[in-house]
Structures are given as structure tokens and as C-alpha cells.
């Protein structure tokens, strides 16, 4: 089975277009991701910029992914961009990962706006796995935590530049590939897991916290 790590990167639909906005508040304007075997190599990446449909990229997402209106002139729009993906990531079973959820929910609410069907896509949707989640169940905690600092808490300098999608997608990859040894994991996550797991709750009352010989204390 292949494993393969996704990231998007998006800009913001233009408000003028209102009713597209209620299904969908943003398009997809990059995609990365890199497909791994079993044992945690990189076999193969893809990388494809997506030229929106509803406005230009913005100056704020544009200083953010690096992404700009003359690099997506010419590209594909979500359709073809997305066809190209699928393609790519083939028909032998897989399953795939992203940082957090966000990146399937956007997959999903754009190929409703845009009325993408393909069959492909919904079993991709079906095979979807949030590593953050997983992440913080390795680590046996609650709090979501950032891919940046999920990466630098491994002992790694996060690779590429934040907010490329290849990059994104190649270092969540990286944590994947040092949970495949779950021994290994555990000795270096164990100061992050300590970190970040809740402190033992302290009592509800004083008598809980101190004992009835505390309370005698005060008729």
C-alpha cells in the first residue's frame, strides 16, 4: 500500500462572487504532495499550481505562499489541476494525510462549487486520515499541534520554505516516517508528550486537596 501526503495552498474567493462563497470561501492555488511505500520511502512527488476561478490571488496570500497571479496564468483550473493529482497518485490502494482537516474540507466544499464529480476524488475523500489528529494520538495528548513545531520537536529543521504545498506535505511526511518505529518515536517525543499533557486536576474542594485534618483547623 502506498501513503501518500497532501497539502494545499489556497487564496480567498473575491467577495464579490457571494453566492460561491457560501459553498466556499477559498480555491485551491497549489498542490504538493509526496507518496511513500511501506517502509516510509519517497517514491515519487507532485507539485501543480491551479489557477483560480474567482478573482486574483490577493497580496496577503500571495506574501504568504509566495504564490503569484504571473505564476498561475497559465495553469490548470481546479478541474484539470485536480484530474492531473488523481492521476498521479494512480489506482493501486493508498491511503493519504494531511496536516489537520482543513485540506480535505476544502477539497470537498470546492469540488461541490465546481460541480467536480469524479469518482475518483470521493474515494480519495473516503481514504482520508488528519495526521495532526493521529499525531497527538501518538503523543497521547489533546492540543493540536502546529506542523512547524511538530517538526522542529522531532530534532529536524523544517525543510523548504512554510507554505509551499511540496514542502508542507514532504515535512508532515517526515514525522510519518519516524512513527513507522514506534520505540524510536516515543524516546524522542517523550519530553513534547510530557509537555503538552494536562496536569494532574487538582481537587474540588479543600478537603479534597488537604484532608479533613486541614478543615478541623477552622471551626
Known sequence: ??????????????????EQRMI???????IGAVKLDDEGNEISSFTQYVK??????T???????????????????????MGNFLEWAGDEAYRIYSWSNSDVIQVSREAE????????????????????E??????????????????????????GRQHD???DARNTAYIYRLSLDRKQFDQV???????????????????ELFGSEFLNLFP
Not at 517525543?189 to 478537603?207: C, N
Request: charged letters at 30%; a negative charge; glycine letters at 8%.
Open 59 to 81: 497580496e496577503y496570500y500571495a506574501n504568504l505562499t509566495g504564490i503569484t497571479n504571473e505564476q498561475v496564468a497559465d495553469q490548470p483550473h481546479f478541474h484539470a489541476a
Open 113 to 132: 462549487l465546481k460541480g467536480e464529480n469524479d469518482p475518483r476524488l470521493e474515494l480519495m475523500i473516503d481514504r482520508w486520515v488528519d495526521y495532526q
Open 189 to 207: 517525543m517523550k519530553p513534547i508528550a510530557d509537555l503538552f499533557r494536562p496536569q494532574k486536576e487538582l481537587g474540588t474542594s479543600l478537603g
Open 24 to 30: 466556499c470561501k477559498r480555491e485551491i492555488i497549489e
Open 134 to 159: 493521529e499525531f497527538g494520538k501518538l503523543l497521547g495528548v489533546e492540543k493540536r499541534i502546529g506542523l512547524k513545531d511538530a517538526v522542529h520537536a522531532i530534532g529536524i529543521d523544517f525543510e
Open 1 to 18: 500500500m502506498f501513503h501518500i501526503f497532501v497539502d494545499f495552498e489556497m487564496n480567498v474567493i473575491d467577495k464579490a462572487y457571494r
Open 165 to 167: 504545498a511540496l514542502w
Open 52 to 57: 483560480p476561478e474567482y478573482g486574483q490571488i
